[in-house]
């Protein structure tokens, strides 16, 4: 038995998925935006690659990304970054292949058809391997509770907007093929992103598929889709959003008025590309990036002075609001994000969340290396 079953059963787990998964925060008078872009210096730019190199077909479902340096993490004029978007500091990216949406349900399908994998929300759990992990002499939950299961959103009245243990229930039988719950089916949304994808489950299929996941440079990179100083990938303008991304409609997050025609999940590429011919980059589901989630990490880069070249990563997790925690950066915001209260669908949006992680709206997408050997998930 891993770390998440333990995570998992934890009520206190809930609270920590809801305060730093959901990303969001309410929205007040703006105050006056720090500059995060640095002076300009005459520091000449690293080359990177570019091109397709010659004898490398672009694969099905996926598009080229050029490489090139910019600025990662939150742009000046934006009014709703966050702390740990900041300071934004240069890095450069070689060019890569990335998929053009979000994993669906029908490429995991196929996955766990031909491996037989079977995802962290659906296995069985083990007490004698959980209790090896919690403190001596606790008491073991009743069988009924020991079941797998995942998290789900409960649309309600929710009563304290900073409780977000009110919107999320741990559903027993929760799963990417019963993404709402017991009665729940994936049947005829094949082509909708698949969901409640703990990390290890994410890896396993890149593995499956010759690929990996993105770094959060990449990530961000291909997000931009060219434009280097927008606070969205479509420009600054937010009104915008509701025709560009997926998110919540209504009051949120006790009703949600369907308007966009979508409660959660949307079939993938249903809204807009970015410059790139990328959909989904900012709604949906969150999406798993490789890299560590460390608070310091964009202040440590930028202390450098130095231009990173394909970043990797904080060498080690820390979060300071929970010095335990273990976690990967996510990107993108989700279904859940409202434009009157939640900014996650910000390009320089960066939330934590633990390995073992399971929700109802988070996903991926994949990238590959400019390399000869490829195979085809669809």
């Known amino acids: 038995m891993n770390k998440g079953n333990l995570i ?95 994993v669906t349900n029908a490429q995991y399908a196929k996955f766990t058809k031909e491996t037989g994998y079977i995802t962290l ?22 069988d009924s509770i020991l079941q797998p299961g995942s998290l789900v959103f409960r649309e309600g009245m929710v009563t304290n907007l900073q409780d977000y243990s009110q919107w999320w229930k741990w559903t027993i039988g929760a799963n990417w093929k019963q993404p709402n719950g017991p009665g729940s089916s994936i049947k005829g949304k094949d082509n909708e992103p698949v969901v409640h994808i703990a990390y290890e489950d994410a890896i396993a299929y890149c ?81 798993w990036t490789s890299d560590w989630y460390n608070s310091n990490y964009y202040k440590e880069q930028a202390a450098t002075g130095k231009t990173q070249r394909n970043p990797q990563g904080a060498s080690r997790a820390f979060n300071s609001i929970n010095p335990y925690a273990v976690e990967k950066v996510i990107k993108g915001g989700s279904f859940l994000c409202s434009a009157s209260y939640c900014a996650s669908y910000r390009i320089s949006s960066r ?13 991926f997408r994949t990238v590959l290396d400019a390399q000869p050997k490829q195979k085809d998930p669809s």
Not at 250 to 256: A, L, S, V
Not at 351 to 363: K, P
């Open 8 to 102: 998992r059963f934890s009520f206190n787990f809930l609270l920590v998925v809801g305060v730093l998964v959901m990303g969001c925060k309410e929205k007040t008078a703006p105050k006056a935006v720090e500059a995060t872009q640095p002076p300009v210096k005459k520091e000449t730019p690293i080359t990177v690659l570019t091109k397709i190199p010659e004898g490398i077909e672009v694969p099905k479902g996926m598009v080229w990304i050029p490489g090139g340096n910019f600025y990662q993490g939150a742009v000046a004029n934006d009014p709703m970054a966050m702390g740990h978007e900041k300071p934004s500091h240069p890095v450069a990216v070689d060019g890569f292949f990335i998929d053009v949406s979000e």
């Open 121 to 142: 929300a659906e296995r069985k759990i083990d007490w004698e391997e959980m209790k090896k992990q919690l403190p001596v002499g606790t008491p073991k939950p009743h």
């Open 207 to 287: 593995e499956w598929a010759g690929r990996r996941l993105p770094t959060e440079a990449e990530w961000e990179y291909a997000a931009r889709g060219g434009n280097g100083n927008g606070i969205h990938f479509w420009g600054d303008d937010v009104d915008s959003l509701s025709k560009n991304a997926n998110t919540w409609t209504g009051e949120f997050p006790r009703t949600n008025d369907q308007s966009d025609g979508y409660v959660r999940r949307a079939p993938v590429m249903s809204y807009p590309p970015n410059g790139y011919g990328l959909h989904d980059m900012a709604g949906n589901v969150w999406e």
């Open 351 to 363: 939330m934590a969340t633990s390995l073992d992680s399971g929700l109802e709206h988070l996903g």
